[in-house]
């Protein structure tokens, strides 16, 4: 009998309603595969009343980690041992790390993106526009503005929520930052370097939808992202290489979380190609 098989102090787990793989299952598993790490990254529905729970099963199982989605990002926090910094600030958290027992909170979100967009140009000096105030909107405002970028303008449809956003950048960032009340088609100014919808407008199904942006105000030498991942060519980012501008797709923002993710649960440097691979084979 080999030595791993103990029957001792086990519980063997049983799925009998399993949960459709999430398309972040088939990336980061592929990324295990490649590395030739015997893990598992499994997507388990947890109803919000059993999220204690289910945290303190996460404990007692000594799991290497977890990431969570809505509505678990705010929920999970004061359920963890310690945040990180840009978490904390955020006051959400995305990604939780077992250290030594001890629960992590961080978040991925802004980090992810940043890494794709510092790809292509410097944060440092980067006037920003974000189309959006919500989750996504603030993990990569903060980031931006804890990067050093000179000017982050929010634009959004609810006033308080955007004006949230710009008062906790105000307060925790360097960045100069402001709020345009988002009425009719929004105009980006001509010295802007990067444009961010960060609204669900453009998502799969409603592919056609069209944001309230006036297109001809893009100028190639922009850079226009999309964080939607699924379709990864939004229709935003359509009409956004048809004015010349560089674009960047939401997938890879999504394919960067789960490096992020691989690394601080494992320390091991997993292949973002393979996972990107994985990521499209399982969403398109
Ligand atoms: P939230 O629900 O937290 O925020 C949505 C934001 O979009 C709000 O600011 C909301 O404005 C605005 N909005 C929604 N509908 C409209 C509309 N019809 N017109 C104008 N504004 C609108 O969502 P998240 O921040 O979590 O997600 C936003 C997007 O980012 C989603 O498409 C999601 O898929 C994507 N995302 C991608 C990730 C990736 O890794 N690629 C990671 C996380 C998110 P208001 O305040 O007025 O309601």
Redesign the pocket.
């Known amino acids: 009998m080999k030595p791993s098989t103990s029957f001792r102090q086990e519980l063997l787990g049983v799925f009998g309603d399993p949960v459709a793989e999430n398309p972040t299952q088939a990336m980061i598993e592929a990324a295990f595969a490649e590395l030739g790490m015997d893990w598992r990254y499994l997507t388990v529905e947890v109803k919000p009343e059993a999220l204690g729970d289910a945290v303190k099963g996460a404990r007692a199982m000594n799991w290497k980690g977890f990431n969570c989605t809505?509505p678990h990002k705010v929920a999970v926090v004061p359920l963890l041992d310690r945040l990180n910094p840009a978490a904390k600030i955020i006051g959400a958290v995305n990604c939780v790390i077992n250290r030594h027992g001890e629960l992590v909170g961080d978040n991925t979100?802004g980090k992810?993106f940043l890494q794709s967009l510092a790809g292509i140009h410097g944060i440092r000096g980067l006037r920003a526009v974000i189309l959006?105030?919500?989750?996504?909107?603030r993990a990569i405002a903060v980031e931006l503005g804890l990067a050093h970028a000179s000017q982050i303008t929010i634009v959004?449809?609810?006033r308080e929520?955007?004006e949230a956003l710009v008062r906790l950048l105000g307060d925790r960032t360097a960045a100069a930052s402001s709020l345009v009340a988002?009425e009719g088609k929004y105009h980006i100014p001509e010295d802007t370097d990067v444009v961010i919808n960060?609204?669900?407008?453009g998502?799969f199904p409603d592919v056609e939808a069209r944001l309230?942006v006036d297109t001809e105000s893009l100028q190639p030498r922009m850079i226009v992202c999309d964080?939607?991942?699924n379709p990864p060519q939004t229709r935003f980012l359509r009409d956004a290489a048809m004015r010349g501008c560089t674009v960047l797709d939401?997938?890879g923002?999504?394919v960067n979380?789960g490096v992020i993710g691989i690394r601080l649960w494992s320390g091991r440097e997993p292949s973002s190609q393979v996972m990107r691979q994985a990521l499209e084979k399982a969403l398109l």
Not at 198 to 201: E, L, Q, W
């Open positions: 809505i979100d992810g959006g105030a919500g989750g996504a909107a959004n449809r609810s929520r955007g988002w960060a609204t669900p407008i998502l309230p964080l939607i991942p939401g997938l923002m999504l979380q």
